[in-house]
């Protein structure tokens, strides 16, 4: 059964930083591109980042370029993302979601559960 | 940026009835739209990918159509699980992937 589940959320003031994980497993983690896409209290769905299954393939969205770094690591079937410069606005629930097809950035067939970030003084 | 657009909001029916939602592009899209239900407390879930294509374990009641930039997700029938909020998403052109602002089918 494929399962991903997020980690790292939490309450950070702003202009701090966070790292979250989302850990996969029951599918080949490396075949497939990956995206972080989060949900801010009570709002809609906004799409984050986006990483290639080796890596490459790099992409955010325009309101955490230059703050957010998406990364892998295929040997522990691990996807993370750096957050920094952290601002009220990036409050929402961090979804980590797995592209449907292999090697293709497309819908999402699968999303954890999500971890919660506030930011906040 | 594509911008999606969902109509109405916020959709009042009964059980048992027909539901139909509309998302709109702000440009063509061919078939590259995807919707997702989602339940309050949970994750969205993929319902129907590249406009028309249940994905894995959706029930027949739930159909997608169209192309270019006008969609409809139908629900035949309403069964009481089925209320939640639906979202579209386009992969068409990218970067940004981005999603309609979601349409809530409540009970009447």
């Known amino acids: 059964e494929m399962q991903l589940v997020e980690s790292g959320g939490g309450l950070v003031q702003p202009g701090g930083s966070l790292r979250l994980s989302c850990a996969a497993s029951g599918f080949t983690f490396s075949s497939y591109s990956m995206s972080w896409v989060r949900q801010a209290p009570g709002k809609g769905l906004e799409w984050v980042s986006v990483?290639?299954?080796?890596?490459?393939?790099?992409y955010y969205a325009d309101s955490v370029k230059g703050r957010f770094t998406i990364s892998r690591d295929n040997s522990k079937n691990t996807l993370y993302l750096q957050m920094n410069s952290l601002r009220a606005e990036d409050t929402a629930i961090y979804y980590c979601?797995?592209?449907?097809?292999?090697?293709?950035?497309?819908?999402?067939?699968?999303w954890g559960q999500g971890t919660l970030v506030t930011v906040s003084s | 940026e594509i911008v999606l657009t969902q109509s109405p909001a916020t959709l009042s029916l009964s059980p048992g009835e027909r539901a139909t939602l509309s998302c709109r592009a702000s440009?063509?899209?061919?078939?590259?739209l995807a919707w997702y239900q989602q339940k309050p407390g949970q994750a969205p879930r993929l319902l129907i990918y590249d406009a028309s294509n249940r994905a894995t374990g959706i029930p027949a009641r739930f159909s997608g159509s169209g192309s270019g930039t006008d969609f409809t997700l139908t629900i035949s029938s309403l069964e009481p699980e089925d209320f939640a909020v639906y979202y579209c998403q386009q992969r068409s052109n990218w970067p940004p992937l981005t999603f309609g602002g979601g349409t809530k089918v409540e009970i009447k």
């Open positions: 979601a797995k592209h449907r097809k292999v090697a293709t950035i497309d819908d999402f067939d699968h």
């Open positions: 990483i290639g299954g080796s890596g490459g393939s790099i």
């Open positions: 440009q063509s899209i061919s078939s590259f």
